[in-house]
């Protein structure tokens, strides 16, 4: 039996799944072992969790050997490990947002086969990999802009804050940027990484990410703005998993929309960019240069956006010393309310409902 196939069908039942490509077979075979593949096969998706001895019968395994396998993914962060009135309970977690990107995370060690592994998942991203990231309507993630940009005529809601969100998220980690930290084609700063709530709490946990105030948040998104990188958050209303600052060179999310052709259709905010009438623009075109998804060109001795791309981030509005550009509001569109709400839009718009409760009674079985 091809026990990472069985895993990997398993892996695509969850909202961003993982569709067979020659990179995504590829990936699974450098990070899970034959053994590793056949126990992991056998965990449960979220919200089961199973003891190691019950994976085992499942798996067709001994208790001891599956236990050691069990612990092992768990410390590679390959599948997640909790303490459950004092028993040790697994469950699987999503290849992305997930298991790629915590093989990244402070203080890992990126040894030959993380390195191949990561130049495998950018390239997975121009293939089926990147439609079922961002090729639906509903997206795990969404742009939220930085608000000093925000024409201050505009209403900005609770949702559309980065502070207010963090805020109404909990406790608050950081840790090393996955995708830049993988890829490294550029200088942008790497701990940039913001993880809220119980996310947190479980990641500092695993000494992959460190604790951090509201205020030094912040501070991550303000150093974050001016190194022109674009805030993306958990596609909810607050209280929210994790909010990436992200580069166009490096980052998944950029990456995949752009890959895909139509940016705004996916991540984008309820803002688009415009310019300021009478702003005096000297056309110094360094907006155009920022823009994260070349939304932004010159037409007439002026500058143009092209709205069917502009994700509204504001990354060009803060470059902007002339003051020239602005963002307006576009639409009042709300995210989804819970995690639970996101994950039903999701698996809903992929087909994968049936398939997924099917899966569960499958593992209760």
Not at 128 to 142: A, D, I, L, M, Q
Not at 254 to 269: H, Y
Request: with cysteine; aromatic share 6%; charged share 25%.
């Amino acid at each position: 039996m091809d026990y990472h196939e069985k895993l990997r069908k398993k892996l695509d039942l969850f909202p961003i799944g993982l569709p067979r490509t020659e990179e995504t077979t590829r990936i699974l075979r450098l990070l899970f072992s034959e053994e590793d593949a056949r126990v992991a096969a056998n965990v449960p998706m979220p919200p089961l969790m199973f003891t190691a001895d019950r994976i085992a019968r499942k798996a067709g395994m001994d208790k001891r050997g599956a236990a050691e396998r069990l612990t092992g993914m768990a410390s590679r962060n390959l599948i997640v490990e909790i303490s459950v009135l004092g028993s040790k309970m697994y469950t699987l977690m999503p290849a992305v947002p997930g298991f790629f990107e915590m093989q990244f995370m402070t203080g890992q060690e990126i040894d030959e086969n993380r390195r191949e592994a990561g130049k495998l998942w950018h390239a997975a991203l121009n293939g089926p990999f990147g439609k079922e990231n961002y090729g639906y309507s509903t997206s795990g993630v969404r742009v939220v802009p930085v608000k000093k940009t925000i024409d201050a005529t505009q209403t900005v809601f609770n949702f559309e804050e980065l502070g207010k969100i963090v805020r109404a998220s909990g406790n608050v980690a950081v840790t090393d940027c996955a995708c830049r930290k993988s890829v490294g084609k550029c200088d942008a700063p790497l701990e940039t990484c913001v993880i809220l709530g119980l996310n947190a709490d479980y990641l500092v946990g695993k000494g992959i990410a460190r604790r951090v105030t509201h205020r030094e948040a912040m501070k991550v998104f303000e150093i974050s703005a001016d190194a022109g990188l674009v805030a993306t958050a958990t596609n909810t209303q607050p209280p929210v998993q994790i909010i990436c600052n992200c580069c166009r060179c490096c980052c998944a999310s950029l990456q995949g929309v752009v890959a895909q052709n139509k940016p705004a259709a996916s991540i984008r905010s309820n803002f688009r960019s415009t310019p300021v009438e009478g702003a005096g623009c000297k056309l110094c075109k360094i907006c155009v240069k920022a823009c994260p998804v070349e939304a932004l060109y010159v037409a007439d001795e002026r500058i143009a956006v092209k709205h069917e791309r502009c994700i509204g981030c504001g990354v060009c509005v803060h470059k902007c010393n002339q003051k020239a550009l602005t963002l307006i509001r576009k639409t009042e569109t709300r995210p989804p309310q819970t995690s639970l709400h996101l994950l039903a839009k999701m698996y809903g718009e992929r087909g994968k409902t049936g398939k997924v409760i099917r899966n569960i009674v499958k593992d209760i079985l």
